[in-house]
C-alpha cells in the first residue's frame, strides 16, 4: 500500500509578497498553490491509495474566498483520480467558538466522495485499491480534552485489526520534537504529548502535523513530521521542505521527496 503523507500548507501566508501582475495575486499565494500543485501531481503520477493530510489547511481561522477556492480546486483534482483523501482538523483550521464551523466542514457538508474530515478522536475505515486502510485520528484537540487522550488513544488502539493495515494520523506536539517557524504563528494553546503514547507496534506509520520541520522520532513504527512544504518565513531558510511518500508493505518505509519550494535566501553586505 503506497499513501502520501503532508501537512500544514498554510494557504493565505502572503509575506513577502508582491502583485502577479497575470492573476492580481500575491505572488506567495501562488507560491503556495504551485506547491499544493506539485504534491496533487505527485499522487496521482505515483497512484498512491490515500493522501493524508495532518492539519492546517490555511494559515488563519477565516480565509478569504479566494483562498477557499484554491483549496478546493485541489481537492478536486485529487478526489477526481479516484484516491481517498483524508484530512484532520489541526489548530490553525479550529475555530475560536464551539459553534462555529471549522475551516474543512463545508467538505462533510457537502458530503463530497473521497473525502473524509476528522476533528474527533476516530478509527476510520478507508477503502483503497489495495484493500481497507485503517486510519486512527488523534486532531488538533482543545486543552482540556489533553487530560482524556491517553485512555481515548488506548480504546481505539484496541479496536485496530492486526491483519490490515493500520496509521495514526494526526495534527499535535510531540515532547522532545525540533520547532520550525510554527512557535511564531501560533493559534491556541500548545499541549505537549509524549512520544511513548504513538510508540504501538499495531501501527504501521504514525503521520504527523503541526511542526514545520520534517524529523522523525522513532523507527519502529516510523512516527513522522512531513513538515511544511512551502517555506513560511527565514525562520524555514535552511529546513528541506518537501511531503512523503510511505510504502507499507512486509515492513514500512518512506521516501521523503523535496517540493522545490521557494528558496530563502539571506545575503550579508559587508
Given amino acids: 500500500m503506497k499513501l502520501l503523507h503532508f501537512s500544514d500548507i498554510h494557504i493565505g501566508m502572503e509575506n513577502y509578497s ?3 501582475p497575470e492573476t492580481g495575486l500575491s505572488s506567495r499565494l501562488l507560491d503556495f498553490f504551485k506547491t499544493f ?21 490555511y494559515k488563519t481561522r477565516d480565509p478569504n474566498p479566494t483562498q477557499q477556492r484554491g483549496f478546493g480546486e485541489r481537492v478536486k483534482r485529487i478526489t477526481k483520480a479516484g484516491i481517498p483523501f483524508i484530512l484532520v482538523v489541526g489548530n490553525h483550521d479550529t475555530p475560536n467558538a464551539e459553534g462555529k464551523a471549522n475551516t474543512l466542514d463545508i467538505y462533510s457538508a457537502l458530503e463530497i466522495d473521497n473525502v473524509w474530515i476528522s476533528r474527533i478522536p476516530e478509527l476510520l475505515n478507508i477503502e483503497t485499491k489495495s484493500g481497507n ?60 504529548v509524549p512520544l511513548p503514547l504513538l510508540q504501538d507496534k499495531r501501527l504501521n506509520y504514525v503521520a504527523l502535523g503541526h511542526i514545520h520541520k520534517h524529523q522523525v522520532l522513532s523507527k519502529n513504527p516510523l512516527v513522522v513530521y512531513a513538515g511544511s ?41 559587508d
Fill in 133 to 192: 486502510l485503517q486510519i486512527v485520528t488523534l486532531p488538533w484537540l482543545h486543552k482540556n480534552d489533553y487530560k482524556t487522550v491517553a485512555e481515548r488513544l488506548r480504546l481505539l488502539l484496541e479496536k485496530v485489526r492486526q491483519s490490515q493495515p493500520a496509521i495514526l494520523l494526526s495534527h499535535i506536539e510531540i515532547a522532545g520534537a525540533s520547532y520550525g517557524s510554527e512557535k511564531g504563528m501560533a493559534i491556541g494553546s500548545d499541549v505537549t
Fill in 229 to 269: 512544504p512551502e517555506r513560511i518565513d527565514f525562520g524555514e531558510e535552511k529546513e528541506e521542505k518537501g511531503i512523503c511518500l510511505v510504502a507499507i508493505d512486509a515492513t514500512t518505509t518512506f521516501q521523503f521527496i523535496p517540493t522545490g519550494a521557494r528558496t530563502f535566501l539571506t545575503i550579508t553586505v
Fill in 37 to 57: 500543485d506539485f504534491i496533487v501531481d505527485t499522487a496521482i503520477k505515483e497512484n498512491v491509495d490515500a493522501v493524508l493530510f495532518a492539519g492546517d489547511a
Fill in 18 to 20: 508582491k502583485l502577479d
